[in-house]
């Protein structure tokens, strides 16, 4: 298996709901990302895990919680969010070290907040 | 930080033309990776690159660590190959740089 499985694919939710995007990996990966990708912009990091620890939080907001259950799944909970929030969501896993391999990217959770 | 600057923004090719996207970057890396975007889509790793050159199919990147730039090229174009072409960077343990892309148009 050599692929990253996003779930849902699509999403829509009020800002009072309270939802969670779904990652998965099966290549043993020690290393998983969420980012966040507004149209025709480059994707910008939000959180690293490194062997299922977070390691990099770049000053998201709160209501953004992530989750690494197993070294095979991450999580994103999502609560109180904003219009302004609506983009796709990627996720992408790695090796721990380059000279081991590149990144992975799911396809995505496109996420729209009414 | 490092900085990764891509040329040209933008480009649009004719069917069978021959094309060249270049990437610059300003610190030294431990990799450089190209990337595809189809509109609307998820990202798909093409190249991951420390030296040298490769090759897939129509594509193949190159880099120059000397000059700290690589550059895409793509034989015999295609419109399947319209996509934006991500270029990004690592050092060690640190996550991905990336450029800004370059979108990229081949008509029929």
């Known amino acids: 298996d050599t692929e990253v499985t996003q779930t849902p694919k699509h999403l829509v939710m009020g800002m009072t709901n309270k939802k969670s995007l779904k990652c998965e990996q099966h290549?043993?990966?020690?290393?998983m990302y969420w980012y966040k990708q507004k149209a025709k912009k480059p994707p910008e990091l939000m959180f690293v895990y490194s062997y299922e620890k977070l390691s990099i939080n770049e000053s998201v907001p709160s209501r953004f919680s992530p989750e690494c259950p197993n070294s095979s799944l991450l999580n994103l909970h999502l609560h109180a969010l904003q219009p302004e929030d609506s983009a796709l969501y990627l996720c992408?896993?790695?090796?721990?070290?380059?000279?081991?391999?590149?990144?992975?990217f799911g396809s995505g959770t496109r996420l729209t907040v009414v | 930080k490092n900085e990764v600057e891509q040329s040209p923004q933008n480009l649009t090719a004719q069917e069978g033309e021959f094309i060249t996207i270049n990437c610059s970057y300003s610190?030294?890396?431990?990799?450089l990776h190209w990337l595809q975007q189809h509109p609307g889509g998820g990202i798909v790793s093409l190249f991951m690159l420390s030296s040298g050159k490769k090759k897939h199919g129509r594509l193949i990147a190159t880099i120059n660590i000397q000059e700290k730039h690589s550059s895409l090229h793509i034989t015999a174009s295609h419109p399947r190959d319209s996509a934006v072409y991500i270029c990004?960077?690592?050092?060690?343990?640190?996550?991905?740089?990336f450029g800004k892309g370059t979108r990229l148009s081949v008509i029929a």
């Open positions: 610190v030294g890396i431990s990799a």
């Open positions: 290549m043993g990966h020690r290393a």
């Open positions: 990004a960077v690592n050092s060690g343990n640190t996550p991905l740089v």
């Open positions: 992408a896993s790695s090796p721990p070290t380059p000279d081991r391999g590149g990144y992975t």
